[in-house]
């Protein structure tokens, strides 16, 4: 059974609090409190575990512990370096690595059916990329300045794309959210790289490209003519010249 977060599971958590007589939460506990009440893990619903799990927390004035409490999301590697380069089976050599400590929240991404997907923990929406040739197509490349006046501006321009005018490009940290470090090549979830086939539409696959990156709106503080991007093969971080170089766009809208 869940409930859906927009239900606001705070009354119910309020009359489980009267009945078995919940003591106040420490200031250690309340800082901790999600902005879904319950939804422990960022997924837009209360499952009964979760209240369970908040209910207890309050009885030993403790808050819940674990990866769902972090802000960031998994890297997605589940292996390890054993010791000499090669990886395997965790926890491996040294201990404590990426992949055995899994720290942060598991992606949760949703086709929406409308050329977009939904990452359900971060509250972005991203714009799939087709192999039609069109606006959204996976081959189409920008210099920076050309990604907002050009991409952006037409998915912006009524009646905009998905019934939505407030596309725009991210930024440095919302790209790099797509990484998957336990995938390569692409380093990216599978709901970004589907059935890309010749001709298909956002609404039919969803493309994502291994040659060369994608741009953020985050400028190279060092220097202002470059800008930052994230490449789709293994998800490398580099800054490039912005009126110079071109590169590939998915838009973003939305957020935490």
């Known amino acids: 059974m ?13 009359l489980l609090s009267a009945l078995v007589l919940i003591p106040a939460r420490s200031a250690h506990a309340a800082s901790a409190c999600s902005a879904c009440p319950g939804d422990l893990n960022n997924n ?15 009885l ?3 808050p819940p512990a674990g990866p769902s409490l972090s802000s960031l ?8 370096d054993q010791g000499d380069g090669t990886l395997g089976a965790c926890p491996g050599s040294p201990p404590d690595q990426d992949g055995a400590v899994g720290a942060g929240i598991p992606p949760n991404y949703t ?17 799939k990329l087709s192999n039609d040739g069109m606006i959204h197509d996976w081959t189409n490349t920008y210099t920076w300045y050309d990604a907002f006046n050009v991409k952006i501006a037409a998915l912006n321009t009524p009646p905009c794309f998905a019934d939505h005018c407030d596309w725009r490009l991210p930024n440095r940290r919302e790209l790099d959210s797509l990484v998957d470090t336990g995938r390569a090549p692409p380093a990216i979830d599978p709901v970004f790289n589907a059935g890309c086939t010749p001709g298909c539409t956002v609404t039919t696959c969803s493309c994502t490209q291994l040659m060369r990156s994608y741009w953020s709106s985050t400028t190279y503080q060092d220097r202002p003519t470059f800008a930052w991007s994230v490449d789709g093969n ?9 009126s110079v170089v071109t590169q590939y766009v998915r838009a973003v809208r939305g957020g935490l």
């Open 60 to 62: 030993t004035g403790c």
């Open 2 to 14: 869940t409930i859906p977060c927009f239900l606001r599971p705070v009354p119910l958590l309020g």
């Open 234 to 242: 293994v998800g490398i971080v580099n800054a490039f010249e912005k």
């Open 73 to 80: 999301l998994q890297t997605g590697q589940t292996a390890c």
């Open 111 to 127: 086709d929406n059916g409308d050329g977009t997907i939904a990452d359900k923990v971060t509250g972005l929406i991203w714009e």
């Open 44 to 58: 837009d619903q209360v499952t009964i575990d979760e209240i369970l799990t908040v209910v207890n927390a309050a």
